[in-house]
Structures are given as C-alpha cells and as structure tokens.
C-alpha cells in the first residue's frame, strides 16, 4: 500500500505490453519543465498500467485554466507519434492552449469519438496533503487534480489508442482532447465543427466527464454571464445629482432571484435532472468603496442552468430589457454615461439522447448498465450534439470528487473504463 506523499511506481505486471515501443514513462515531456512522476520502467506493463503511468504524466501537468495546456497537448501528441498514432493539433489564438485530434482505422464515415478536457480547476485555498500535481496511490484511489475531472478518462483513452490502432477496424476512433472547458469551453466550440476536415467527421461521441461508468443520455444546458451597471459618483448627500448604478444593479438581481422563482412554481419540467427545471444562480457582487460614496460602477455574474427546450439567453435578454427599459432611463437622466454592458463568460449547450437510441443501448450493453441518468452540470457534449454527432457523457470517477482537496479517482474505474474501451473497439471492427 503507498503511503500519502509516495509517488506512484508502476512495477510489472502480466498484461499487454508492446516489447520495443514506447511506453508513457519512456517519454520526456517537451517543452515547458513539468513535474515527472518517478516511475519504475522496467518489465513488460498492462494496459492498466500504462493508463495509470499515463494519467501521473498528464496530472503532473499543471493545466489550470489561467495556464497553457499546450505542454501536455504536445507531450500526447510525441506519445502517440511514437505509438505510430498521427494527430493533428490546433492552436487558439494565443497560441497558449491548443485542441488535439487523432483518429485510428479507416478513415470512412461511422466512427466514434472520444472526448476530454485536459484543463482544471485551481488547487488554491484547498487542503492537500500533498502536491496536487504528483498522482499517488493509496487505499485503491488514484489522488491528485484532474484525476476524476477529466484527465483519467483521457489516460484510458490515449493509452488505448494503440491498442485499437492494431484492431482490424472497420470504422474510426477518434481522440479528441480539448482546453478551457473549465471556464469558457472555446477548446470544444473550437474543435468540434473541423472534425471533418480531410475526413468523415464521428458519428458518434463518447464524453467521458466521471459517471462512474453510467450512461449519461442527458444534460442541463449551462450559460453565464457578467453584467455592469455604470452611473454617477458623488457624495451620498447628493443622491438627486448621482447616478446609483448598485442600485441598479441589484434591482437585475432581484429580477433574476423573481426569474428563478417562476422557473421553480411553474417552468418546464424534464424528467430526470435535479431539479427538473431551469435553473437561474448569481454567483459575485462587487460594488462600492465606502457608505458615504455613491457607486458608479457595479458588477455582478450570473449563470442559468437550462433543461432541453428552454433558451438561456431569453433570461439574459430579459434582465436587459428590464435594465434598459425600466432601471437605467432614471439614472441616464442624470447621467447620461450611464450603461449596461454585458459579457459572456461561457456556454455548454444542453443535450439529450433518446432512451432508445442506438447508441444508449450500446453503452448499455458495453458497462453492463440497464439504467440512464441526466444530469444538471454542464459538459462539452452538447457542442457534439449540436453538430449531429450523437452523443452520451460516459466516464471513470464520480463529479462529487470533481473540483475536491484530495481529488481522486477509484482503481476500480480505471480498469471499468479500459475495458468499455477495448470493448468498444470490437464494436467497431465489426461494424
């Protein structure tokens, strides 16, 4: 049993070994310097193994969102390169974060992919015991950021990748790893409508955000937003020559809190999500400096949870009209520099897969699960779908350890989603 603070050492093991190819703990990270895993090389290692060397070689990474993943993009893509796995990896505009695609098999209408992020959230104010960034193991739980959201998923995905490459396909497999679906989700918006460029984009896709290995048929659709309010300063005994914008501002929350309200007494219901309806959150405040001064300047986010057939952008479009049309007029009479000014700060577009679809009753077959689930929480997979790419959330690990000190995904799941993965590739070489 490893202790807390021991890195991992992945001994030999009986398994599936490649004698002569490169295996993950072969490989230096390019680029920018990393954190390297120590980790014991010799004798012949199984998939299970190589997946777990994997995953402590992207974990090591540090991809916070507010960081380029372009280290790890191009580390995967040497990897796979020497696997003998082409891959194809496109830049932002930064040239800080990247997207990588690879496909094996043919390249022929049909196939599916497989889709992670590589970003993560910050481990600031969290209680580690240990550093984040250097995967241990203990007590059966693979610990460390990233390992439950997403980067287990990805490890499984890569390090099958050959494996499947030496399969007699029929139709492709596709790796898709995207950046900042953390904050923005650009990577997927990015990478999903170029699939097909140089070949049939997948017909399916396989997210693979921490299920525990359930089929997930459904998402709540995720959008958020800043919003600014700007007035008039001025002495707080001056409140006919000032422009308040705090007040203003809070009258759109009162709005949104009144909004949420509806949603909950009488919006859509679908069943399935907790709760069954759309779902309107303000998450930051900030205004003013002390009592005695008036706020000129206010902001605020907020975000809407959105069930399959509501748009969230009719809230924001909403709030606006109000602002507009009720709040901000007295201010303006004022002051007439007074604005709203709205930004958004992401979207993850809600999907939905029927019960009976082809591929829910594969994924079913494949886990062993009779059941389906839906989710609240937002995840690239509606940009899949959008694209008319059909599409299921299906992955190791479980969201109650997303985002968590002491992040960790179950050995278990591990070897449940390699072997989804290995099954998948007969399904696809007998197509």
């Known amino acids: 049993m490893h202790e807390v603070g021991d890195d991992i050492r992945a ?30 090389c010799t004798g012949e ?28 993009i191009r580390w995967v893509e040497a990897w796979l390169a020497a696997q003998g796995v082409e891959s194809r990896v496109t830049l932002d505009g930064s040239g800080e974060k990247a997207n990588l695609h690879a496909t094996v098999g043919p390249r022929v209408p049909g196939g599916i992919a497989l889709s992670a992020h590589v970003d993560c959230v910050p481990v600031e104010g969290q209680a580690w015991q240990a550093d984040p960034f250097t995967l241990r193991r203990q007590d059966g739980r693979l610990i460390g950021r990233g390992t439950a959201d997403m980067k287990g998923f990805a490890a499984c ?67 958020s937003w800043d919003v600014t309010v700007t007035g008039l300063s001025g002495h707080s005994s001056r409140t006919t020559g000032t422009a308040n914008a705090l007040q203003a501002a809070a009258e759109g929350v009162a709005w949104l809190s009144a909004k949420a309200r509806e949603f909950a007494a009488q919006g859509r219901r679908a069943e399935g999500f907790e709760p069954p309806w759309t779902t309107v959150h303000v998450g930051t405040f900030q205004a003013g400096t002390i009592l005695n001064i008036v706020p000129d300047r206010a902001h605020f986010t907020f975000e ?29 009479a004022v002051a007439p520099e007074a ?93």
Request: charged share 20%.
């Open 339 to 431: 604005r709203l000014i709205v930004s958004r700060r992401a979207h993850l577009p809600a999907f939905a897969l029927p019960e009976d679809a082809p591929l829910t009753l594969m994924m079913q077959r494949l886990t062993g699960s009779n059941g389906t689930a839906r989710v609240s929480y937002g995840t690239e997979a509606g940009f899949f779908h959008e694209a008319g790419i059909a599409t299921i959330v299906c992955g190791p690990g479980h969201i109650a350890q997303a985002h968590q000190p002491e992040e960790w995904l179950a050995e278990s799941q591990v070897a449940a989603c390699l072997d989804v993965i290995e099954r998948l590739g007969g399904e696809m070489a007998r197509a």
């Open 45 to 72: 290692t199984s998939m299970f193994d190589e997946a777990v060397t994997l995953l402590a070689r992207l974990v090591s990474f540090d991809t916070t969102s507010r960081t380029s993943n372009l280290p790890l």
């Open 157 to 223: 995905a890569i390090a099958m990748l050959p494996r499947l490459a030496a399969m007699e396909l029929r139709r492709p497999v596709h790796l898709c790893l995207t950046h900042d679906e953390e904050t923005t989700a650009e990577g997927a918006r990015r990478l999903v409508p170029h699939l097909g460029a140089g070949q049939p984009p997948p017909a399916l896709c396989i997210v693979g955000e921490p299920t525990g290995m359930a089929p997930v048929i459904g998402q709540k659709g995720y959008a």
């Open 304 to 332: 809407v949870r959105s069930v399959p057939g509501d748009d969230p952008v009719a809230v924001l479009d909403g709030l606006a009209a109000f602002l507009e049309g009720t709040v901000l007029p007295p201010l303006r």
């Open 11 to 40: 001994g030999p093991r009986a398994g599936h070994g490649d004698a002569g190819r490169p295996r993950a703990c072969d490989l230096p990270p390019p680029g920018l310097p990393t954190r390297t895993p120590r980790i014991d």
